[in-house]
């Protein structure tokens, strides 16, 4: 029945297929996730920048598949290398992205790729795969008992595939798309070096099989194919235009942004909200306009900071509790660093289930507990939680003690006046090779591969005197 009421005819493949969502369910989709994506990672304010994207999304838009929907293109202020699309026509680029970019082209390139997330209805058809893999896990856990988890596995790696075929069809879209535009796509290519290196860098390559997203050297070589096989069948004078964006950028935020709060030997610092608090040797963090969470690498306890809503501690504990759905173990008055505070120790009751679903049974290992200190500061009450099942809470609760009770005033003048680096573009002094040339720029050697990684050129590239590159500075 659900194949004869819901088969939709695919934009770009042109293939009859399941689709649970209509193009109004796509764009009610996005505009009610653009607020919550805006608040939780902000926009970038860039007149110029936005204007360029705003240009080249309307000019892809025009010749995609789908020409009809509201596109809507923004710039988000997050330093991770990122791009994504929401369905509906809501594309975003962060800033930590645009700053890697070296030409148009290479921007064209990746925003045909997220146009073609929204062409091709991947989220629709992720959407409907999920719902039927699910019901077949479902059928095997029945059917065969002692299979059961097994199957499931089987389901989420298939269903890492549909999402690797997504991306690699994106691809496609994308170099269609940025060549239709007048681009050359074997600059999309060379970015995906850029990602490759990235995450070489990083130490987070993982085995293709279990990726959601294809090896950026293997997306390398097949996008160069693709650009290439297009070219031929469609001569034309393709642009690259590594000048003119390049001076865009000039002046690009990167990295951190001090103001929403930085860590620094082992301290998070908000300079704009004049508070700091200690981090644990060793934890991971991250940052965004929302929250800052941070915890130790073995992911058995974690900490979050966010705000709380409420005029006093006893209204922020309430509307805590409810909207947490939290048990009360225990909850005392404190005073830390001269701040009214609030410590709560609570437990997450499980929601209702869903009738005919079996209800888990609880225990003190999947049992989140919660230590949570309410500190009412500057006319807002922050809430720390440190987080981690009920077995480890007793082992955990000391480090999420000493951090929060190390909540205090930031009165530092280097910390509160701290300057955000930005991308500068200048001319090479002299012919030579990269490493030289950034040392004669006055460059750090500690961030040569780093700028490596952001002018896409190796230490040892010859370049010439004139040439134009990416430093960092304040």
Request: net charge neutral; hydrophobic share 35%; charged share 20%.
């Amino acid at each position: 029945a659900l194949t004869l009421t819901n088969c939709a005819r695919n934009p770009v493949s042109g293939k009859r297929e399941l689709s649970m969502m209509s193009t109004e369910q796509e764009i009610a989709i996005g505009k009610e996730s653009h607020p919550s994506i805006v608040a939780t990672m902000g926009l970038y304010e860039d007149a110029k920048l936005q204007a360029f994207m705003n240009q080249k999304g309307k000019a892809m838009a025009a010749i995609s598949h789908r020409p009809d929907l509201p596109y809507q293109f923004h710039i988000v202020d997050s330093p991770v290398v990122n791009a994504f699309a929401v369905p509906g026509g809501y594309v975003y680029f962060t800033r930590g992205i645009l700053a890697h970019f070296n030409n148009e082209a290479e921007f064209a390139g990746v925003l045909g790729h997220e146009i073609g997330h929204i062409t091709a209805k991947h989220s629709s058809r992720q959407q409907s795969s999920q719902l039927l893999t699910s019901l077949a896990g479902i059928a095997g856990a029945i059917l065969v008992p002692q299979l059961g988890e097994t199957f499931m596995q089987g389901a989420q790696l298939l269903q890492l595939s549909y999402s690797r075929a997504h991306e690699s069809e994106s691809d496609e879209i994308g170099v269609g798309y940025s060549s239709k535009i007048g681009y050359d796509a074997n600059q999309m290519a060379e970015f995906f070096a850029t990602i490759k290196r990235i995450q070489d860098n990083s130490g987070q390559s993982i085995p293709n099989m279990m990726s959601t997203h294809p090896d950026p050297g293997n997306r390398y070589t097949k996008v160069h194919a693709m650009a290439k096989d297009y070219q031929v069948k469609n001569p034309g004078n393709y642009q690259i235009n590594r000048e003119s964006y390049l001076r865009m950028i000039d002046g690009l935020m990167f990295g951190e942004d001090p103001k929403q709060g930085f860590v620094e030997n082992n301290m998070f610092y908000h300079p704009e909200l004049k508070f700091q608090f200690p981090v644990p040797n060793g934890w991971q963090h991250q940052n965004s306009p929302a929250q800052f969470q941070m915890g130790p690498k073995d992911g058995k306890s974690s900490m979050v900071l966010m705000l709380v809503k409420g005029n006093s501690l006893d209204e922020a504990a309430q509307t805590m509790v409810k909207e947490l759905n939290l048990k009360v173990l225990e909850n005392a008055n404190r005073t830390v660093n001269g701040n009214q505070a609030m410590v709560i120790i609570s437990q997450q009751m499980p929601r209702q289930q869903q009738q005919g679903q079996q209800q888990q049974q609880q225990t003190a290992a999947n049992t989140l507990q919660i230590g949570t200190y309410l500190i009412q500061y500057n006319n807002a009450i922050y809430a720390l939680h440190g987080l981690s099942s009920a077995a480890d809470f007793e082992r955990a609760f000391p480090a999420f003690r000493n951090v929060s009770e190390g909540f205090r005033t930031l009165t530092d003048p280097d910390k509160l006046n701290r300057k955000p680096d930005r991308v500068f573009v200048r001319q090479a002094p002299r012919a030579g090779t990269f490493r030289e040339v950034m040392v004669d720029l006055n460059m750090p050697a500690s961030r040569i591969e780093e700028l490596g990684v952001l002018n896409s050129l190796k230490v040892g590239d010859r370049l010439e005197k004139g040439a134009l590159l990416k430093i960092i500075a304040k």
